[in-house]
């Protein structure tokens, strides 16, 4: 403590005494003021930083980060390839941009195995536990930063009890952070980035020298000489260490500005200050800010490979008609651009990319009208609900028979997800939708923006602050299991050990429970769980290995719909109140509403999937209907009002495929009920019998009161007595 308080009045001129070092040291743990400086202190920091750890940590997050980075690396080499092709057959470029660039790719492809070696590299240099800084792209974490041995001897003979107790949780939390396995995910983050930096740097090399080779011969085609090639790269590539023998980019604009795009760590230049800013304020919510920014980068990366869209961009607009008196001027430097060379990568990048971009709108319009892309859904967040209830799945394209994941191709995923939610949405039909179709717009930009990976940091604080039911619930949830290290990884373990949907409450008990399976096991009363209308059968629980594919790695595989559930969707027939409330049976038992009871819902969807009539579940008879000639010609009526313009017909009293699904499901719907009930009268279901009785008081009740409500008025004195 002795020498921590020399080296303290040493360095500042602020402290003069003992209370002054004791209130600059509660700021240091405890955060608060200062000689007129607010701080955060490192109980907050800590706490931060094991947040962060806590999300990350997860079987998902690093083979994300890892497939991603190298997707959008080597993908937008093969774009600038693409990109430099058309621009030389159309006479725009000359044909060194297009040997250079494809000698880069090839360069790129050829170092896999070395690439793997400098992984492996990292990985060992990264999990070092004498590393003192672990910087990453979520968060940047150092054990330099605080004397903690200072900050120990003070609080144990100056401190408080409320100090001493501030630095137990702030130690506690230092020591969560530096412990390698729970820190582990920004460390393997960290090792990827270096390694891609390492792999653009070769590319890059390979890129100049093949400019350098050309540039000493005559013809437009030459043969290259390998060796003088591979001797000319080395060298370049050499003079990207410094002194220590540490790869430096900083000095190449253009290689940096590249790295920066696919590893997702652009500045977000003013944006980015203000928000610091802000989460500076409000401590509590940083590591939000940093999944947020990485989620801006990421949503970046969507627009620049879609076309049209991408000149929304300022970049992409000046890198479009970008000339070399740009160039001169320093107009393009702020995008890593300072030679002509340069722009004319930059152009074939972006050439290359909206070549490609348009193909696979194509594509996405074609999988789409074929049932094989789905989006995030309808608007409306019951009739979503109601889809997922009967096995539909967001975010997903079908590929060889398998609804695929769409996270897994991250340049395009915002696309195809709005190809599907335009496709959902603009064929949602009724007089609530005439009026709501700018919002059902607003929401299908909205929600694609923010349902990338990376920006769930956003739409949890969006949530806070929204009027949707239960979603301040779910985000409050979501920070209190986040604050125990492992949150991502435990709930990934517990949809293996314990798989299948819940059907659980808006309460922060039953959010936090359904994030942690693995402990259902330990209580007699497990949360419920979630049924499929059609059949009966549980919610994703699917085989063994496929759950295991799914829940612990990134390439995620579901079923694809069969006829009955496309026939579902595609008709706008409302499901929203088949399993939150209950048909009436008749006097004695009315309908009730089962939306704040879980295990009622639960119960309810399985006695209607279980339901058998003739045999047949309610998925065989519409996969039956989906075959019928005239509800096909139905169909195709309302395919054909919906292209005139005729929204405000109401879907449920226009036509006849509505009309016989509606059929169905109040056959299924009673007939589970009634099943529902024998089994209450056998002694199960004691809240039904109890919302039932208090249904029926309620309308005793009711009626009386009408009762009362038409009998002569009694007379009203007009003095009364005093």
Known sequence: LAHGVLEVFSSSNK????????????????????????????LVKELQQVMTNSMLLGPKTPQRAIFGTGFN????????????????????????????????????????????KVFRQRLDANFDKNLATVKSRFSHYSTKEHNWEMYRAWTEQHGTLGDKAAFFIADVGHKLNINRFLSGVPRVLRANDETFEWIATKGRT???????????EPSSFPVINERTLSKVQDNLFNQYFDADGNLDISKDLFLKQRAAETTLQESMGNLGETLNRVFETLPQLKPFFFFMRTGVNSLKVNVRNQPLLAAMLKQQRQIAFGTAEDVKSGALQRWGITTVDELENAKALLWGRQALGIGLVSLGVMKYLHNGLNGNGPQNRAMRKMWEDTGWERGRIEIAGKMVDLNLFEPWSIMFKAIADVGDNQGLMGDEWVEDRLSALAWIIAGNATSTTFLQGANQLIDIFSAQPGSRTRTISNIFNNQVPGANLRNAIGKVLNPGLREFDSNILDQIRSRNLASEFLTNKPLAFKYSILDGEKLKDYHPLNRFLNDTTIFNFTPKNDAGEQLLHDSNYDMRLSVTSTPSLGSQVPSISLIDSAELRSAFGRYIGQTRINGLSLRDRLNLLAKDKKIIASLKAMREDQRNGNYGYDPMKTY???DKIDILFDQYRKKGYATMIQQMRLGKHPELENLLNENLELTKQMRRRRYETQQEPTPIPLHPAR
């Open 15 to 42: 402290i003069q005494n003992q209370l002054d070092f004791d209130k600059w040291m509660r700021q240091k743990i405890s955060g608060g003021e200062f000689n007129g400086k607010v701080r955060t202190g490192v």
């Open 73 to 116: 690396t080597y993908l937008d080499q093969f774009n600038t390839v693409l990109g430099s092709a058309i621009r030389f057959g159309l006479g725009k470029t000359d044909n060194v941009t297009l040997q250079a660039n494809t000698a880069a790719l090839s360069g790129m492809l050829e170092i896999i195995p070395d690439a793997l």
């Open 206 to 216: 390979k890129e100049l020298a093949m400019r350098q080779v050309l540039s000493e």
């Open 656 to 658: 006849y495929h509505n």
